[in-house]
């Protein structure tokens, strides 16, 4: 079992910045891919940024590409989400997830077995 943890959610104003974190407990994620996911008010659960077991290779969606960076440091058991750049359209609930079967990213998201509980992320003047 794993125990995903997410913080460093708040409000910020279009063209700031926030780091979100994705604490992991009770696993080491040192084998594993991992993701952020977000969920907008009305909207589906969509992929924002995946990233291998080691750290080597990321993906990102179109739409967050250019600003948002995933980064990870296993001896920590932690992910990070750096976004710069925010618009209004990034406001919503955002969710790290680790893939328990491969080191490799996907954007499919039954692919992704843990899930952390969420931060809210609010992008508004």
């Known amino acids: 079992q794993v125990h995903l943890v997410e913080s460093g959610g708040g409000l910020v104003r279009p063209g700031g910045s926030l780091q979100l974190t994705c604490s992991a407990s009770?696993?080491?994620?040192?084998?594993?891919?991992m993701a952020w996911y977000r969920q907008s008010p009305g909207k589906d659960r969509e992929f924002v940024a995946a990233?291998?077991?080691?750290?080597?290779?990321?993906r990102y969606s179109d739409s967050v590409q250019g600003r948002f960076a995933i980064s990870r440091v296993n001896t920590n058991n932690t992910m990070y989400l750096q976004m710069t750049n925010l618009k209004s359209d990034d406001t919503g609930v955002y969710y790290c997830?680790?893939?328990?079967?491969?080191?490799?990213?996907?954007?499919?998201?039954?692919?992704?077995?843990?899930w952390g509980s969420g931060t809210q992320v609010t992008v508004a003047s």
């Open positions: 997830t680790l893939d328990a079967d491969s080191r490799y990213t996907t954007t499919y998201t039954a692919n992704y077995d843990y």
């Open positions: 990233i291998n077991w080691v750290g080597s290779y990321t």
């Open positions: 009770g696993r080491s994620i040192s084998n594993h891919a």
